[in-house]
């Protein structure tokens, strides 16, 4: 695994708050559910004493731009998420521009001292007690193609090298962690897509089966099954039943081979 900072040396980490770590670090590995991401959260507020999180995958063009972000919210209040998006903060916030761009640990203070904030942001952001706080985000790598964000807040009106080490330490395991929930999500997102039925036929088409096959397989009308692979073919939209089975096995509709 690699990440541009590198692994960091803990200062003045307890023996019980390093144990801690580690075990967050396992957890991340196992996680394979939003409950089992929320309690990496819990288990960190342990040694991070934050009030509220949130964390985020976004696509990035190859100039750095921000092309889409998938939210994986922890427990910042949805009221806040609501108005950032309604009043499209994401343009002018600072703390989110420079983790897109650099990568590298903030604390609010400092970014907001370098490169003053809206004043409609910063006002709103304090009424949801979201002044003070870090940001620390990993860059694609491995078999993650997208970038990350993970964001907290709470009474950090000064700044600690500890905090900081930590979520230098921790950030490329939650980013991993992120991946997988944010990427399963998608998948049974994308499988609503389609009804069973539609999946099952597409199944069949997958693995070259007519749809002659397909009728006397499912004991249903071959003119029923053209009619499911209209609409498979409608709902996905493409051309053919080739393309119907590519899509559909990158969107995770089906599972590869």
């Given amino acids: ?18 144990l801690t770590l580690l075990d967050i670090t396992v957890k991340c590995l196992e996680c394979s559910t939003e409950a089992d991401y929320k309690q990496i959260f819990a288990l ?58 650099s990568f590298t640990p903030q604390y609010w203070d400092q970014t907001y001292k370098a490169h003053k904030p809206a004043r409609e942001f910063i006002t709103l952001a304090s009424d949801f007690n979201l002044v003070h706080g870090y940001t620390y985000g990993a860059r ?41 929930i944010i990427e399963s999500r998608l998948i049974q997102h994308n499988r609503k897509l389609l ?33 499911h692979i209209y609409n498979i073919i409608k709902k996905l939209d493409v051309q053919n039943r080739p393309q119907a089975v590519a899509v559909a096995t990158h969107l995770g509709i089906l599972d590869p081979d």
């Fill in 1 to 18: 695994m690699s990440q541009n900072d590198g692994p960091r040396k803990l200062p003045r980490l307890s023996k019980l708050d390093a």
């Fill in 44 to 101: 960190l507020n342990t040694i991070v004493p934050f009030d509220q999180s949130t964390s985020g995958l976004a696509k990035l063009s190859p100039d750095g731009a921000v092309e889409s972000y998938e939210l994986a919210n922890i427990n910042y209040p949805v009221e806040w998420l609501q108005t950032y998006k309604e009043k499209n903060f994401s343009g002018i916030d600072v703390i989110v521009k420079r983790n897109f761009t």
């Fill in 140 to 180: 694609p790598f491995g078999f993650c193609k997208q970038a990350s964000l993970f964001s907290f807040s709470g009474n950090f009106k000064k700044y600690d090298p500890i905090v900081i080490a930590i979520l230098q330490t921790i950030v490329p395991h939650l980013h991993l962690a992120s991946s997988r």
């Fill in 195 to 227: 009804s069973g039925r539609e999946r099952e036929v597409l199944s069949w088409l997958k693995h070259g089966k007519s749809s002659w096959d397909i009728s006397a397989i499912l004991q249903i009308s071959e003119c029923t099954v053209n009619y």
